[in-house]
Structure formats: structure tokens, C-alpha cells
């Protein structure tokens, strides 16, 4: 079973290679065209692409780009000539650190949510209602909203995240804003998809024996609801960490944070596809590597498939 999933992850990763190289190659214009803006003549932007392997074909750029990512080497910068990883490097502790602080709110918040939200009662239909609310309201507002109320009317935290220019780690004010503009909606999208399965589990002829003899709430959470939950939590875990990863983006551009996402918004606009790709093979492993520990929980907790 361990073997299955090692090979479903690599296979995963091959398709989400392909994917996106196959974007990458799909965005109108290059990086030559995006660095001349456009005053170059057809001879000179001939000479660029020639220069940066551009002209060669996609089949043959895609091989030796994955041949290349497997021994750790993600090619050069087309735009300034570095290479990818200490580009990569350079931005990868800012945005380690915003989506640490996100997922720190976002799992109890995600757990808390659930519970309620699949009780049949007035609270529990108003913790759902809340919850399907804040999951459709898109990142941009969200983060908005927080900025207005927390910068705006009480001036408690900054309204960027600028980060300190010795280089050292960004303060817990700096990440306020930005972490809790991933980590509510993420929450609230991980309380949906986890609603079902406490509904499920609730249902269950032995937890409302539990309920009938008086235990508690906690205890019936901790012996009877969360042995269950493991597994698929782990799973829908991984699934919310992937789009905190997509949506930091948006936020690192939005809050001024110099991590990934800003990386890859500004490689997008210029072309820059060693980068783009490079930054969304990284967010891809990540949810990759997760969906591979939600598998290995559900090896750990579930025998009857450890036994399979």
C-alpha cells in the first residue's frame, strides 16, 4: 500500500509537470518580446530567442527541463540571468513563514468550524451559513476587509508587510494581516469539506449511545469522532494547503510581502517561465507531499486497508 501511494505521488508529479510546462507555453508572447517591449525588430528578437533556447522545440525544452529539475537545476532567470533556485531560496523563507502562520490559524479554526456546522440546530445552521459565506467571499476581499477594519478603523496593525531589511525573520504584526487573509477562507473551505464526514460520523449508532449515557462533548469528540477523522482531514489538509499556496500570491502582491508569490506574479507578467515553473512545481509538491501523508495516515489508522 505505502508502495501504491509512493508511485501515485510520482506519477502526480510527472502529470503536474507536464501541466504546468504545458501552461507556461500557452501564455501569449516571451520572454524575449516581454523584455524589449516590443521595440525589438524580428531579427533581434530572433537573435534573443536563439540565445535563451526559446527557438527550440517545446517537446525538447520540456525533456531537458525535467531532466534538469530532477538533479535540482531549474535553469536561469530569462529576464536577469540568475538561477531559479537562489531566486527561489531568497523568497522561500518569507513565504514558509506566512503559510506556517496561516496553517497555524487555519487547522483549529478548520476543526472548530466543522463540529457545530454539522450539528441539527439553530447554532449549527448559523455556523454553516457562516462558514459557506466566508468559503465564497474571493481572497481579494477578504483581505480588503481585514485591512480596513484592523489598519483602517483600529489602526492596530500595519496595512503592508514589509519585511526587516537585515534580512531576519518577519514579526508577528507583519504576518497578521496576511496570514489571516489566507487562513480564513482556507478554514472555512476545509470546515465545508469536513462538515460531511462529522455529520457522517455523528449519525453513527455508537456515538449517539455515547451521547445517551452522558458523555461529553470532548470525550465523544476525542474516543469516538477524531479516530475517523484522521485520515480524511489529513487529505482535506493537504487540499487547503494547496490553494493557501495558490492564494498567497494574491496576498503577498496585495500586503507588499516579498516571498513567492510576488516572485511569481511579476515572472508571469515578464515572460520569466523558468521561474513560473519552477515556483509551480513547488506549490505542487507541497500539495502533493500532503495528499502522500493523508495516504500513510490512512494506512496507519484504517486496518482494513493496511490489511489490503
Known sequence: MIL????RAALLLVGVSVLVFAATEALPGDAAEARTAGRATAAQLAEMRAGTGLDVAPWRRYVHWAGSLLQGDAGVSLISGRPVTDMIGQRLPATAALAGAALLVTVPLMLVLAWPAAEDSVVG????????????????????????????????????????TGGGPPGLTVLALPALSLALPAAAYGAMLLRGLVTDILARPYVRDARLRGLTAARIAVVY????LIAPAVRILAVV???????TAV?????????????????????????????????ATAVVLGLLVADMAAVLTDPRRAAA
Open 241 to 247: 494547503t494547496g490553494g493557501l499556496i495558490a492564494a
Open 251 to 283: 496576498v503577498e502582491t496585495m500586503f507588499g510581502h516579498a516571498g513567492l508569490g510576488e516572485l511569481l506574479v511579476g515572472a508571469v507578467a515578464n515572460r520569466d517561465v523558468p521561474v513560473v515553473q519552477a515556483a509551480a512545481m513547488l506549490a
Open 4 to 7: 501504491r501511494a509512493l508511485v
Open 125 to 164: 445552521r448559523l455556523v454553516d451559513a457562516l462558514v459557506t459565506a466566508t468559503a465564497a467571499i474571493p481572497q481579494v476581499v477578504v483581505a480588503a476587509g481585514l485591512t480596513a477594519l484592523f489598519a483602517g478603523v483600529l489602526a492596530w496593525l500595519p496595512p503592508v508587510s514589509l519585511l526587516p
Open 225 to 228: 469522532v477524531g479516530p475517523f
